[in-house]
């Protein structure tokens, strides 16, 4: 009986900023029946440019809010906390947790033909090491070119998004040739925002490039995980998102909308933090 | 006797972020004996982006840092922050004050010609309508052309900052263009982070169009606001600067020299915020 009410709980999901609403729509794609809790540190973003412990601090911080609410699991959808947490949980071991680093590098790994995977991620990101790690956990013959993309946040945080932007392509070009020249056949994408100019980084990597998700793949982990556990909702209804931000709800409406069109309409909290 | 001790306390400058060196950097040339207590929200800059409720949230929890010690006067050296204040004292009438707004907007409009003045700054700043308000109360006949500038905090404090750098041009380029078309012949620098790029500005705007540093002015200010009230320094060897940050020393270090080459040597303590 536990694990029935357990099964009702929310999913809760974090973020530094809005990037982490790619991870959310998928989740609503993959398990519409399940309830959402989001919470984007808006008046903090980004945390990619920060130091780990300050990232750290933040990081408990954003777990307190979402743990006020009734939540089975718990997904860092960031690529820079995921990556400053390395393999340590922030929450007790009965929490089912997981950040996008692990869950897109076991992707890359399987699907990757010649074994020389691209990263890309923010300053805080690359320097951890986090995402090298987890595919040298893997597999240790891994050939990684790994490169930090300070502006790409940014970039997507004020809209310069449109396929032929060109300062959005001369900076992706700036960070991905290198990548490119080495001879990936693979690139996760390991910071969330990343995927909202999916089709720049397509246009520059060339379409023998394999591009991953860190926030997609860590819905499908989340779920695997889930299921695992048993701890999957088995409402027939549709569930909904909830959603908490640090700075104003009108910042929320306004940028949400270029990660997932249904958050701008959907409930929004703000509170301090 | 009072004024006396008053004397010797510090000059207490905060920003956001580090652009506010550029007013440290200012104060110690034109004031080399005072002392400055420099506080720089590392961990939450950038604030431009963010909702004005936020922004003087921070302001009020800096100004409580400088606070901490003795100050006898208190510098906003951040465009945003001085913007979301307005006319408004964010301390009690005792305490000497400013930001960068109305500083900058007396010199421009005492050395335009054509009484027509551009502004660029974050999108907060140019939102909030501080520099035009302040332009017009000082002359309601100034035309005045303003340009949010997103992109240009994040480039400075990444180091996008040489002359060719071709994103920064082509950013610059894209804000400053319309500024230039519309005919102003002064420019108001209202972030602080701008001087550090001021010859990519330059050179887009060409050498008819005067710029003016917030920064500098606001430091020229401070310095007629403490001689006025009798409470510039009367030590006769140089003052100290001293640092905090509410991110890491080392980011300090590594990120101040471009703003100001001492400050990477100086006294530097990272403060949880």
Redesign the interface.
């Known amino acids: 009986m536990k694990n029935q009410n357990l099964n009702q709980n929310a999913i809760g999901v974090f973020d530094s900023g809005l990037g982490g609403l790619t991870a959310v729509k998928e989740l609503n794609r993959i398990l519409p029946q399940e309830n959402i809790i989001f919470f984007g540190d808006?008046?903090?973003v980004p945390y990619g440019?920060?130091?780990r412990?300050?990232i750290l601090?933040y990081t408990r911080e954003d777990i307190a809010i979402l743990r006020q609410h009734p939540v089975k699991m718990i997904i860092a959808a960031c690529g820079t906390v995921s990556s400053a947490l390395g393999t340590d949980s922030p929450v007790e071991e009965e929490m089912p947790f997981t950040g996008v680093v692990y869950p897109a590098a076991r992707t890359a790994c399987r699907i990757t033909k010649n074994r020389h995977i691209g990263v890309i991620g923010t300053p805080a990101t690359i320097r951890s090491g986090g995402y090298v790690e987890a595919l040298h956990a893997i597999d240790p013959e891994i050939t990684v070119t790994a490169m930090a993309c300070?502006?790409l946040v940014?970039?997507v945080?004020?809209g310069?998004t449109n396929r032929d932007n060109?300062?959005t392509r001369?900076?992706a070009e700036?960070y991905l040739m290198p990548i490119k020249n080495a001879g990936a056949d693979t690139l996760i994408m390991g910071c969330t925002h990343y995927p909202i100019i999916r089709d720049i980084i397509a246009d520059i990597m060339g379409q023998d490039v394999q591009l991953i998700s860190a926030g997609e793949e860590a819905a499908k982990f989340a779920r695997d995980c889930l299921a695992q556990r048993g701890l999957l909702t088995d409402r027939a209804e549709p569930g909904h998102n909830i959603y908490y931000v640090?700075?104003?709800e009108?910042?929320f409406r306004e940028n949400a909308k270029h990660f997932l069109p249904d958050a701008a309409h959907g409930q929004v909290f703000s509170i301090?933090i």
């Open positions: 808006t008046a903090r440019t920060r130091s412990k300050t601090r300070p502006l940014h970039l945080e004020y310069y060109p300062i001369l900076a700036e640090s700075d104003s009108e910042s301090h």
